[in-house]
């Protein structure tokens, strides 16, 4: 696959300046070509769109400036990768100071400081390299000291060119590591060293967690890491923030005078060989993932002794797959991961259920009498596998290599815990179990991941932290039918329902390249049972749409005028395209209407979606906030169903009623100048179906497209309010199973 790359100057909108790709960026794209195997042209993308990112910062051969973006991506697509080009590109272009807030953890800073320093050829020579690395400085120490040189070397005339060297600071994402980093930096003249500070993970603890509170009581607190942050940036008179993150909806729902409110977004496009959440969970039923029941989900080794079925299920699915690379005589890394709480309680049950299956299979593998009893254990895994590795070896292959494979397999707890601190060691063997909680989660790259089991719940429902576990996302195409994931049922929806919202996401910001993102408006669509991020980091005052029940305007009679033409043309389109047919008439059981004079509700079935946002939603005109923002609500989320069908090839198509026939119906006002009861109830007033002459106007809808009522109302005359004749209305049902939560920017 050739991927072809643009020049900069084509980027549109034009870029602000264009870095140049020098020295540090081309050796670098070499150095992982060599070492990787990755192919160049790939990388020259990486390199371009580092380019992009870089040229959204602050420019350094300009007065000091600042500025704040975002980089989105996608669960274990790149972004390491991406921000490593990024530093080296900053190098290359008189960036001077490169911060990276590396993770939360000390495992998860240290996992990316290395792969830092080794992709940018920093370690592992003795050629004298135009950088220095420091790790967590502390006022005082050496390394605050080399700081300090390093820094006034940079900014000194006087000094060579060839001895400026970069200066690349590590820290841990911790108030207290921060603030030891702002006080090194404090004492120092920064005015003319341009800086690149990346955030990565940024969603994740830089925040502010008092947003919520403070939006509500109209306090200032700052939670301790968001402040460090502030400070940090406070001391560097001319630098670009970078957010680096595959969940942004933290970032993005800060509120738009917040310091972190990203000003740009750029983002990180996956490359060939990446396997992401689609793949496992659009479309329903896939092969990949499979289910574990509530009760297996409960099990504790207190009241099951015997480790969970679904368990053992997913442990022969792994070793085969380790089997099959033993028998093509393959050295590569295959994990198992298995997630089932925070707490490291939960890990040691795992890890003794998973312990006493591999001593008892070691012991049966090297005993012939007992071979054929592991044989039928591990049938029907290889029956699942056949259905994704149709060349899969033959099964006795396979088994003939299970002891060597029992034999190598190390399995270990990661976690906070004494024996789970230790990194993990790839190199000591390619054969891995790993049982762990949040240490296994954001940010933690697992090596050939292929089986993840995780019967954990959902906890409070936000869809960042949900997609952050999906460590089984990555470049696993090469090996992808010996990949497994075994989710909670109620998880595995959650997952299924997030891949429609992650790509909304990247598709609207998107639409906002190049421009400042406090202009876009914040919406978001998700599952019912989801939300955005935690409800504490939300500074922007948010407003949902509900869907659980018809949508209405509630002052539309205030635009009569300007709405009747509206209308008018509407009703011409529609019956000129999709003639319609009185209601009872399509259906008489569903749509009871026996009544002898009133005008008939006419039925214009399966009309496309945009025709009714086009002709007439988008049209109309309300001046009431309320009834604005319902307008608005009802074309994004009909916009949403559109979208979905024609993902699949379809058109989303709406049942259209014209209630009375576009007869003007009378109603009263309310004290607020609104209508009361706009939907006529059925009569007579019985529960039988049978009697009634009138079914009511909400049981005119349909059970699995959306609905338009549009009806003209005739508005009473109330005290020195006037009647308003011949009002143009609408209302919108969605059926149970398309309803999604709809959540707007509110200010």
Known sequence: MTIQVRQLKDVRPKLPWEPNSGEEAQAFIARKHDKDGIPKDALNFVLFEAQQILGRCVDPTKPAAQSTGLVVGYVQSGKTLSFTTLSALAHDNGFGLIILIAGTKDNLREQTRERVRNDLGIVGTTTLRPWVTLNNPVPGTGEASVLANTVKGWSNPEMAKRHKKVCLVTVLKQHQRLGSLH???????????????????????????????????????????????????????????????ATPQATLLMALQDALSPEFAESVSPGTGYVGGQRFFAGGQNHLVHSIPPAEVAATLANSPAPPPTLVRALTIYLLGACALEAESRMAIRTMMVHPAQQTQPHKDYVAWLDEVLRAWRSMSGDPQLAASLDTLFLPAYVDLQATVPDIAAFGVLMAQLKQVLDLVQLRDVNSTASGRAPVDWTACPYWILVGGAKLDRGFTVEGLTVTYMPRGLGDGSADSIQQRARFCGYKQSYLGYCRVYLEIDVRQAFEEYVEHEQEVHRSLAETRGKRLQEWVRAFVLHASMNPTRRNVIGIPMKELS???????????????????????????????YPGTAAQLVDPVRFIDKRATSARNVLHEAV????????????????????AFTKAGSILALTKLSMDAESGGNTALIDVFVMGEGQAQQRSRDNGDFINQVFQGHFPKTNYR??????????????????????????????????????????IHIPAPLRKRHLFQDE
């Open 608 to 627: 496309p979606v945009d025709f009714a946002i086009e002709q007439f939603l988008r049209q109309a005109h309300f001046s009431d906030d309320g009834d």
């Open 690 to 731: 049978a009697k009634m002459s009138y079914g009511g106007d909400r049981d005119f809808h349909s059970d699995v497209r959306p609905t338009l009522h549009v009806r003209r109302l005739t508005i009473k005359a109330d005290g020195s309010l006037p009647a308003v004749a011949d009002a143009p209305w609408f209302a």
């Open 183 to 245: 006080d090194c930096l404090a004492a120092l003249d920064l005015s003319h060293v341009p800086t690149l500070l990346i955030d990565d993970e940024a969603d994740q603890a830089s925040p502010n967690t008092f947003a919520a509170r403070n939006l509500a009581t109209g306090t200032n607190r700052s939670s301790t890491t968001y402040r460090e942050i502030l400070r940090l940036k406070s001391v560097l008179p001319h630098h670009t923030y970078v957010q680096y993150t």
């Open 547 to 577: 869907t659980e029940s018809w949508i209405y305007p509630r002052a539309a009679h205030r635009n009569q005028a300007s709405n009747e033409p509206v209308l008018v043309a509407f009703l011409k389109a529609l019956e000129a395209g």
